[in-house]
């Protein structure tokens, strides 16, 4: 018996790496691999071999028989093919006599021959064919079937801009949920329906889109590789968020039985890493409760996926947050920025503004002009704002936040004179509400990109 874990980890590492012949390798699974470390006690690693007539099969159902039903791992070839092999890991010091290792061929000769009857038995019926079956699935009792559940879908494909190839991926996506294959090996939901399209001729766009449309499974994982994969992934989950948000099943604490969790992270991971131009407001609906929940999605991502600062995150969102492509992009700007000496005496001389702004209840609407200011400091920020005004026009609709933030960074000095000798609040009306104003307007500007006053400074 190994008491230490890690002990049982280097065992099972060195013996497997020993079993092996030059040419093959073990199919990497960090997660098979730390379920063996705690399932044994001196764990001994086993070569056994299958027919490679099963190679007929495709890999991914014959890996998902050799992992999930069987805990063995998967070994290639140095071009990365499937060999007609596996290693399994005993639970004693040895097996002298290849009983172990025989029987653990049997058994997995039997999964193989169950998994290539399925696949044969299914391919007799179209996925096509399959989607007036759904009917009888039921998603969710107050949600309805699979099939009303695909015909939302659907729309939402197509709402998004989807073409044909999209929304006929989006038909078939559920209907591997009626094959046998999918009812003996549940793991291989989505995949095999885009195996069985594959096989039955549907357009690569189609096959893909299926195979890939439970993608990403969490945030380590990769978005689905297709424009119309990506589309009826996040169709797909923002039906089930829609609807589960809309009769009350909504997360709390560690119950989430619907994995709405993960379905709104793997929306934005899609929305951010696939550059799709969709707007939270249209993609969430009036729902005030599934956009905090969305955002709180949003904000992890952002923090925690891509590593900014949470005031930075916080100061991005709270000056917009509709497109996430575009907070990426005022995010990547503001990081860029922080780091230059103008950045932080900004912030907190832009917290006073809005102090200002906000004690005075002033929201702007008068007329200013240059030649209304009469002292320098304020002739000086005025013209700043010209600066900051005209670079917004030229680099905002092109999304180029960095010259923009680095022109309104340069207005720092300009700021520090102004609050150095002019009285905003004066007791004249006209110059304080002209002064409001001027002040008012840089506000604006800044807030094209980020609130200032959220971020944290020394």
Aim: net charge negative; charged share 30%; with cysteine.
């Amino acid at each position: 018996m190994l008491v230490a874990a890690e002990e049982r980890r280097r065992k099972i590492e060195n013996e497997i790496r020993a079993l092996l012949p030059d040419g093959l390798r073990v199919k990497p699974d960090p997660a098979l691999l730390e379920t063996l470390v705690y399932v044994t006690e001196f764990p001994a690693p086993i070569l056994g071999s299958f027919n490679d007539e099963y190679l007929g099969l495709p890999e991914e159902v014959l890996v998902t028989v050799m992992r999930h039903h069987q805990k063995y791992f998967s070994v290639e070839d140095s071009s990365g093919r499937l060999a007609p092999h596996f290693v399994a890991v005993m639970n004693t010091s040895a097996d002298p006599d290849g009983l172990v290792r025989a029987g653990n061929e049997r058994v997995l000769r039997a999964r193989f021959n169950d998994a290539r009857f399925f696949w044969e038995f299914d391919q007799r019926k179209k996925l096509a064919e399959r989607v007036a079956d759904l009917s009888h699935v039921t998603w969710q009792a107050q949600l309805g079937s699979y099939l009303e559940k695909t015909n939302r879908v659907i729309a939402l494909v197509r709402e998004f801009g989807g073409n044909e190839h999209a929304a006929r991926a989006a038909q078939l996506a559920k209907c591997d949920l009626t094959t046998e294959m999918v009812k003996e090996f549940p793991e291989l939901q989505g995949v095999v329906g885009g195996l069985y399209a594959r096989a039955q001729g549907e357009p690569e766009p189609v096959w893909r889109a299926v195979y890939e449309h439970y993608k990403p499974a969490g945030m380590e994982d990769s978005i689905p590789s297709t424009p119309e994969g990506r589309l009826v992934s996040l169709a797909d989950k923002l039906d089930t968020l829609r609807g589960c948000f809309a009769i009350g099943l909504i997360p709390s604490g560690s119950k989430d039985p619907f994995a709405l969790r993960r379905a709104a992270q793997g929306a934005v991971k899609i929305l951010v890493e696939g550059k799709l131009a969709l707007g939270l407001s249209r993609l969430l609906g009036d729902s005030e409760p599934l956009r905090e929940f969305f955002l709180d999605r949003v904000r992890y991502y952002f923090k925690d996926v891509c590593g900014f600062r949470y005031d930075e995150v916080n100061a991005v969102l709270a000056a917009g947050c509709d497109h996430l492509v575009d907070v990426e992009s005022r995010l990547e700007a503001l990081q860029a920025v922080r780091p230059t000496d103008n950045f932080e005496p900004l912030a907190t001389a832009f917290k006073r503004i809005k102090n200002i702004l906000k004690q005075a209840d002033y929201h702007g609407g008068e007329p200013i002009q240059e030649q209304m200011f009469n002292l320098s400091a304020e002739v000086d920020l005025y013209r700043e704002f010209v600066k900051v005004a005209d670079a917004a026009r030229t680099h905002l609709p092109k999304l180029e936040y960095l010259p923009l933030l680095q022109v309104i960074a340069s207005t720092r000095p300009a700021v520090d004179r102004f609050f150095d000798q002019v009285l905003v609040m004066d007791s004249d009306e006209q110059r304080r509400m002209r002064r409001l104003e001027l002040l008012h307007r840089i506000n604006v500007q800044f807030n094209a990109i980020a609130d200032f006053s959220e971020i944290v400074t020394q």
